[in-house]
């Protein structure tokens, strides 16, 4: 079965460049989310899109933004990165007539130097 | 607000031996209750799900949890633990259909052959 992309699977960048990451979701999904899970630690919500308005937003920082495209990809532009958004950054969607579960894609692994 | 506590960061049984690994959540209203398996370097693969139908949920690779809303608590069993098993395994909740999820902390399971 088809399951979420995320382009691209690892991204070293320097402090104070930017990212852009990239989430496909699961073919007739129109709701994703997008989560940041620093090292050891759990998974953490920064921001969802259903049918391409904003749903909800967590503990995203000003300097992230995010969006959702008519073809219900996603991407999460990040700019002035800093050494502490080092993590693995997550996509997950869901569907309209399975709306409580996620399944989430590979991640991007963004390093920051 | 809801929460999600698991005990235990780290777990570890012998192969073939009961695994249990705890999760008890806070939630004001019904919750949706999840327990996903992340393998190192890995995204966060459903393991099982409770949405308010059977308390005794089953999943795959023979992992079954059960919901007591007396105990607060959704806590993840397999009878018999396998090598493969070694992961770190979350619990988390939600409390809407198209809501985030908020995790837990995360328990590493070690199985010693």
């Known amino acids: 079965a088809a399951g979420v992309i995320q382009s691209p699977r690892h991204l070293i960048k320097e402090k104070r460049e930017t990212a852009t990451l990239k989430c496909y979701p699961i073919p007739r999904h129109d709701t994703v989310y997008w989560y940041q899970q620093g090292p050891g630690q759990d998974p953490q919500f920064l921001i969802s899109f259903y049918e391409k308005m904003q749903s909800d937003k967590g503990s995203i920082p000003d300097r992230f933004s995010a969006q959702q495209f008519s073809d219900y990809h996603s991407e999460l532009n990040m700019s002035s990165l800093e050494l502490g958004d080092s993590a693995l950054y997550f996509c997950?969607?869901?569907?309209?007539?399975?709306?409580?579960?996620?399944?989430f894609g590979p991640g991007t692994r963004l390093l920051v130097l | 607000a809801q929460s999600v506590t698991q005990l235990g960061s780290h777990v570890s049984v012998s192969e073939g031996a009961l695994v249990l690994l705890r999760c008890n959540y806070s939630?004001?209203?019904?919750?949706?209750l999840f327990w996903y398996v992340q393998y190192p370097n890995q995204g966060l693969q459903l393991l099982l799900k409770?949405?308010?139908?059977?308390?005794l949920v089953k999943g795959i690779n023979g992992f079954e949890a059960e919901f007591k809303k007396s105990e607060t608590s959704f806590h993840l069993t397999k009878p018999s633990a396998h090598m493969s098993d070694a992961a770190e395994y979350f619990c988390?909740?939600?409390?809407?259909?198209?809501?985030?999820?908020?995790f837990g902390q995360g328990t590493e399971l070690s199985v010693k052959p």
């Open positions: 997950a969607s869901s569907s309209m007539t399975e709306q409580e579960t996620q399944y």
């Open positions: 988390a909740v939600s409390v809407s259909q198209g809501g985030k999820l908020i």
């Open positions: 939630s004001s209203v019904p919750p949706y």
């Open positions: 409770y949405t308010s139908a059977a308390t």
